[in-house]
Structure formats: C-alpha cells, structure tokens
C-alpha cells in the first residue's frame, strides 16, 4: 500500500510549520517556482548560499511579480543548534530584509523527517540514494509544485537563474 508521501503529486498537498508553530498550506505557493533549503546560519556555507539566492529572490519576487518563493527549513543535524531569533537575527544582516519564509526546525533524514521531505526525496533522490548529505541541498519545484531538480549549494548563480527562467516560461 503506497503512503501519502508516495501517491502525492506536488509539493501543494503537504503543510509545513512556521516559526509560530502555525500549520502552512503549502498550496498558497501554487502558481511560483519555489525553491525548498535545508540550512544553518552556523554553516559555514550561509554566507555563499545567501549572496546566490538573494538577487534572484529580489528579482522574481517583489512589488510587481511573485514568480519565486524560497522556502527555509532549519535543519541541525549537520552541525551546531541556534535559537530562532540568533537564525531570525543572522538571516536579516546578511540578506538586508526578507528573501523567503523560514519555517520551524526539521529533520530531513530519519523517521523524523516531514512528508514534504520525504516526498522531495523519493522524487528527486539525488546521489545520496534519497539521503540528504549536507545542508543548502536545494530542491528547485515547477508552478505545479512538482520537483524538478535536486542541486547543492555550489551551483552556479547564472545556471539557477536560467533554470528558474526556464520554468517560467
């Protein structure tokens, strides 16, 4: 008998929790590319990951258009734990204001691991046979919410962009 996890067919049938422990419906994405991150602001990575996304958030999503919404999930099992507000705080100096939601703590492996996670996983496992190795392993979603590739933090900021153009078309 298949899962929840397994029969789903988009990102938009899972819910995930924001920092207010409030159950978000992934479905309000419907329509954006997204981009779902696994993170730390203690890695050593933050930084790099941060300076890729925050110029393609600020230009697909603003006053005028709403075309990508980056999805932050903080996840500690690669390294050191951090208050929301030391991660709230960290996020805020280093990209100047918002560029994305950030939600409540997850695992991303084990049995602990949300749908949504195992879902993206099971759709795009990657070379780690569905294992998450490291954090700013970044799912990239078409507007159906369907994952369409599975990248890590070392990619190149003009060939995620052109993804991203690509799926917006």
Not at 36 to 61: C, E, G, M, Q, W
Not at 68 to 85: H, I, M, R, W, Y
Not at 94 to 119: D, M, W
């Amino acid at each position: 008998m298949q899962s929840a996890t397994e029969k789903a067919k988009s990102i938009f049938e899972f819910t995930a929790t924001d920092l207010n422990g409030n159950e978000v419906q992934l479905e309000r994405y419907r329509g954006s590319v997204c981009l779902i991150v696994n993170f730390s602001t203690k890695d050593a990575t933050f930084d790099k990951v941060l300076s890729l996304l925050t110029p393609l958030y600020r230009k697909y999503h603003n006053d005028t258009r709403k075309d990508l919404n980056v999805l932050f999930f903080p996840c500690f099992q690669f390294g050191a734990k951090e208050s929301t507000d030391e991660m709230v705080q960290r996020f805020e100096s280093a990209t100047g204001g918002s560029i994305g939601e950030i939600f409540a703590e997850i695992e991303v492996n084990g049995s602990k691991a949300p749908g949504l996670y195992r879902y993206l996983k099971a759709k795009k496992p990657g070379n780690c046979g569905g294992f998450v190795n490291s954090n700013f392993t970044l799912f990239l979603t078409d507007r159906q919410g369907v994952p369409v590739e599975r990248l890590n933090a070392g990619i190149h900021p003009y060939t995620l962009e052109d993804m991203i153009e690509n799926l917006l078309r």
